[in-house]
């Protein structure tokens, strides 16, 4: 079993539409979640960062996480083309800085 | 907000030579410096771990003598996979990680060995 488990797609939407990207986790000692954007043959872009459980909003972002089930989401609001991309979760735990990273899910938002 | 580069983007080299990939935080200082490799519609896998100043830790299964790593400054990282083969061919993506907690990754650079 993979520490990370992410549904790499592909998840193809309309344009305006919410799109919702989730992971789940083994490793209880994970405390810091992140979500990364990366377009092809691109290095992959930070999106949202959260320590712990809750949420925390940026613009059209929304992170969520639930350590009680060891999930964590993301939700894009209002999607655009220029939203197509891979998105991939990523995490660590307390004092240790290598990321543990999900598969990725393809994202495309048909215009 | 933080910068991470990396040079050069695309290298085509011949198999049995070596190449050398640099990573630079442009605008803050890296403590901690990490090279992932990412094949096609594959997840990044880090390869390994450097500090400023020590020696690189390996992750498992990660040829050390082929894959050497040097963090001469808080600055700058380098990647030098010697006597690469077409197996080598890969996107390797580094990043620095500032004093905070957030690591910040370089653009890639696509290696081709032909």
């Known amino acids: 079993q993979k520490e990370v488990e992410q549904d790499p797609g592909p998840l193809s939407v309309p344009e305006g539409a919410i799109v919702s990207l989730n992971c789940t986790y083994s490793?209880?000692?994970?405390?810091?979640f992140m979500w990364y954007r990366q377009y092809s043959r691109k290095g992959p872009e930070l999106l949202m960062y959260?320590?712990?459980?809750g949420n925390k909003e940026d613009g059209r972002f929304t992170a969520q996480v639930d350590k009680s089930s060891k999930y964590i989401s993301l939700f894009i609001r209002d999607s655009q083309p220029s939203d197509s991309a891979t998105y991939l979760c990523?995490?660590?735990?307390?004092?240790?800085?290598?990321?543990?990273f999900g598969a990725g899910t393809t994202v495309t938002v048909r215009a | 907000g933080a910068v991470v580069s990396q040079h050069p983007s695309w290298v085509i080299c011949k198999s049995g030579t070596s190449v050398k990939i640099e990573c630079r935080s442009l605008?803050?200082?890296?403590?901690?410096m990490f090279w992932y490799r990412q094949f096609p519609k594959q997840s990044l896998m880090l390869m390994a771990t450097?500090?400023?100043?020590?020696?690189?830790?390996?992750e498992q299964g990660v040829e050390k003598d082929k894959f050497l790593i040097n963090h001469a400054s808080l600055t700058l990282s380098t990647l030098t996979v010697t006597s690469a083969h077409p197996e080598d061919s890969s996107f390797y993506i580094c990043?620095?990680?500032?004093?905070?907690?957030?690591?910040?990754f370089g653009p890639g650079t696509r290696l081709t060995v032909t």
């Open positions: 605008d803050f200082q890296a403590t901690t």
């Open positions: 990523a995490m660590s735990g307390p004092g240790d800085y290598k990321l543990s």
């Open positions: 990043s620095a990680r500032d004093r905070v907690s957030e690591q910040y």
């Open positions: 490793n209880s000692a994970f405390q810091y």
């Open positions: 959260t320590y712990s459980s």
């Open positions: 450097s500090n400023e100043g020590s020696k690189a830790t390996y």
